[in-house]
T-cell receptor, first 111, second 117 residues
Framework: LAKTTQPISMDSYEGQEVNITCSHN???????ITWYQQFPSQGPRFIIQ???TKVTNEVASLFIPADRKSSTLSLPRVSLSDTAVYYC????????????FGTGTKLQVIP | DTAVSQTPKYLVTQMGNDKSIKCEQN?????MYWYKQDSKKFLKIMFS???????INETVPNRFSPKSPDKAHLNLHINSLELGDSAVYFC????????????????FGSGTQLSVL
């Protein structure tokens, strides 16, 4: 599985846009890029997934350059409730593939 | 209704005891998993079952034995508990339709905080 590298922590003020970048230099052709969010005392929750270019949903946007060696999760106008750990995963999920979470990025939103 | 539910939420026990954690999913998914999250928040896969069949078994001590009575349930039994087993254990599931493994989303339970004294 492609190893991922992302910042350990980030701080942001409420209302700002937050961009979290993940490096995955060894990404394979069939690999998707998936981001999960984890609040304290809860399990990770799927946020967004993409293969290339840009994906947007009601929660976030995911930007993937052409070489796919990195990706950026963008959270528009964060609020205090967005304080969580964000995990970047690369690889195929499901019963026949192993999905390994990295250390994640702890986002602290400041009032 | 909770999609993936696991019980108990907290489990405090003595070294050497045997304990079980139960997990159930009502999403109709074919694949279920157990993950362990240690104090450093690193989340590692332990086991994966697809339609009651063991698919992934990471380097986990034999004291850990998953049991899947049906595809909606995956229980984790731990024998002879050790201090190092203290962690949060997460159950998860995914649809994992055959031939479509590349983009399956994982749905997690809320975790079981295991403390071994």
């Amino acid at each position: 599985l492609a190893k991922t590298t992302q910042p350990i922590s980030m701080d942001s003020y409420e209302g700002q846009e937050v961009n979290i970048t993940c490096s995955h230099n060894n990404i394979a052709t069939n690999d998707y890029i998936t981001w999960y969010q984890q609040f304290p005392s809860q399990g990770p929750r799927f946020i967004i997934q993409g293969y290339k270019t840009k994906v947007t949903n009601e929660v976030a946007s995911l930007f993937i350059p052409a070489d796919r060696k990195s990706s950026t999760l963008s959270l528009p106008r964060v609020s205090l409730s967005d304080t969580a750990v964000y995990y970047c995963l690369v690889g195929a999920s499901g019963g026949y593939q192993k999905v390994t979470f990295g250390t994640g990025t702890k986002l602290q939103v400041i009032p | 209704d909770t999609a993936v539910s696991q019980t108990p939420k907290y489990l405090v026990t003595q070294m050497g005891n045997d304990k079980s954690i139960k997990c159930e999913q009502n999403l109709g998914h074919d694949t279920m998993y157990w993950y362990k999250q240690d104090s450093k928040k690193f989340l590692k896969i332990m086991f994966s079952y697809n339609n009651k069949e063991l698919i992934i078994n990471e380097t986990v001590p034999n004291r850990f034995s998953p049991k899947s009575p049906d595809k909606a349930h995956l229980n984790l039994h731990i024998n002879s508990l050790e201090l190092g087993d203290s962690a949060v254990y997460f159950c998860a599931s995914s649809q994992d339709r055959e031939g479509h493994h590349n983009n399956e989303k994982l749905f997690f339970g809320s975790g079981t905080q295991l403390s071994v004294l």
